[in-house]
């Protein structure tokens, strides 16, 4: 019993520390862990040192803007390119007419168009319209959808080419990129929903790297750099608040989420699907110091945290590799071209690590450059009431990650409803154990309240011959 209790006390004391340790540390405005993760884990023994997702993310294409969108005809191989951008719009007349080779040709919006039986193009002709690419505006190269597409190669498994029927009974031939860019445009359509999405850090519209390039070259002074740089956002993320997320969300939740790679003012959304971190030295707070101050390296008050206690003890040098996934041009089949998707970016910084052993913050080592700019993640939305008919593809061309088993495999129609039943059984017995316990809780009760009764009725109604008795007791004891 004792040491039961003992374990108890243990058990809520750490606990009741480590939310010490969310509640009382200091984090940024924009890095706070608590805002992206939604509870977790900050003791770094217990979190893995490497983890990826069982089922990686595919790569795709992020649809440039300049080339109009999803309405870039990327299989046509005309000398000409304009001729894949700035094509004129097939006639109602001509588009009835299209042989199944010919449809096979053409953009992504123009097969929904025509999946949806639309020879007006009104998908192309907004899509069109949405880029600009029909006026003389000069386009940035790097405005895309990639806002759309990272999230997607999470949410969807590898697409694979379908035929599919319209209502006139045209045969439209989907390539895996075809349907890639129609998941993407859907997520891009329902994008506006900024309450479904969980944000760490933000977007820096300052071109960082020249300004510190600048500076260092004494080129411009620090309070010139400072005015230069917009607003918080341009400061990093804290390196401690990023290793929760990649061992939290990763490591312990088999969550991805999308990480804009870049510190610059361009924005390249990457889906993040693996780490590996090593611990290549640990230090104390003073070694550690002194370590920095030889590098040349103004060192940062450790002490900010809000209750002496929770400071750090000792400090890690730590190196990190992130795999994300990187876009490449449409094919037909969807593979992978040679590996070249998944790419790797190393990240080396110190963590603070309090008595308890909580990740407490942070700092980028010196010597490190590359550094995300924000992570983000959204909730699985379904599908837009534009292309809610994306449902006819599930299951033939692509599936919900969410239905996959654990090994990557589509999980068949009766083990969903072997789950689902299980899952009912048990909602069913939860439900009866809480009736159960509530009706055992009231029958305590009132044997209780029936037990104190009848002691009381006894207690008065015998009062004098219980008091007689005690004296006798009283007077032989003496």
């Not at 191989?77 to 304009?82: D, G, L, R």
């Not at 990639?146 to 694979?160: E, G, I, R, V």
């Not at 030889?294 to 992130?322: A, C, F, N, Y």
């Not at 009912?424 to 159960?436: C, E, G, M, P």
């Amino acid at each position: 019993m004792k040491l039961t209790v003992f374990l108890f006390l243990f058990t809520f004391s750490q606990n009741s520390i480590s939310q010490l340790t969310k509640k009382l540390y200091k984090w940024g405005k924009i890095d706070d862990p608590e805002e992206f993760l939604l509870g977790y884990e900050t003791k770094f023994k217990n979190l893995p040192l490497k983890g990826q997702l069982k089922n990686q993310p595919w790569s795709g294409y992020y649809w440039p803007t300049y080339k109009g969108g999803i309405t870039y005809r990327w299989q046509n191989k005309s000398k000409n390119k304009k001729d894949n951008v700035t094509y004129n719009l097939i006639s109602s007349e001509k588009a009835s007419k299209l042989t199944t080779k010919q449809i096979s040709l053409l953009s992504p919006s123009e097969k929904w168009d025509l999946f949806l039986s639309d020879y007006n193009f009104n998908l192309t002709k907004y899509e069109r319209e949405r880029t600009g690419v029909m006026t003389k505006k000069d386009i940035p190269a790097w405005f895309g959808l990639c806002h759309a597409w990272a999230p997607a190669t999470l949410q969807y498994s590898n697409p694979k080419p379908i035929e599919l029927k319209n209502h006139y009974g045209q045969t439209i031939k989907f390539g895996s990129s075809d349907i890639k860019a129609l998941l993407t445009y859907d997520l891009h359509l329902q994008g506006e929903d900024k309450a479904k999405m969980l944000f760490l850090g933000g977007r820096c519209n300052a071109n960082l790297p020249t300004l510190l390039k600048m500076f260092a070259n004494n080129l411009i002074s620090e309070d010139k750099m400072s005015s230069l740089i917009p607003n918080m956002n341009c400061q990093d993320m804290n390196p401690g608040a990023v290793h929760l997320a990649l061992t939290n969300l990763i490591g312990l939740r088999q969550k991805g989420f999308v990480m804009d790679k870049t510190r610059t003012g361009e924005v390249w959304n990457q889906a993040v699907w693996s780490y590996h971190t090593s611990v290549e030295k640990t230090h104390d707070v003073k070694s550690w110091k002194k370590t920095i101050s030889s590098m040349g390296q103004t060192v940062i008050p450790l002490e900010s945290s809000l209750h002496p206690t929770l400071d750090p003890e000792k400090i890690l040098t730590v190196r990190t590799v992130v795999g994300w996934i990187n876009e490449h041009l449409p094919n037909w089949s969807g593979k992978d071209l040679k590996g070249k998707s998944t790419v790797y970016t190393t990240y080396r910084y110190y963590l603070y690590i309090n008595r308890y052993g909580d990740i407490v913050g942070g700092m980028w080592h010196p010597k490190n450059k590359e550094r995300p700019d924000f992570f983000w993640r959204a909730s699985s939305p379904g599908y837009s009431e534009y292309m809610r008919h994306l449902s006819h593809f599930e299951g033939k061309s692509f599936d919900q990650i969410g239905q996959m088993d654990s090994k990557g495999r589509k999980r068949s129609r009766q083990k969903l409803k072997k789950i689902l039943k299980r899952v009912t059984k048990k909602i069913i017995l939860a439900k009866r154990f809480i009736k159960n316990s509530k009706e055992i809780n009231k029958n305590r009760r009132k044997s209780k309240k029936g037990y104190t009764d009848n002691l009381k009725s006894y207690l008065l109604k015998n009062m004098k011959s219980l008091k007689r008795k005690w004296k006798k007791v009283r007077g032989t004891e003496l």
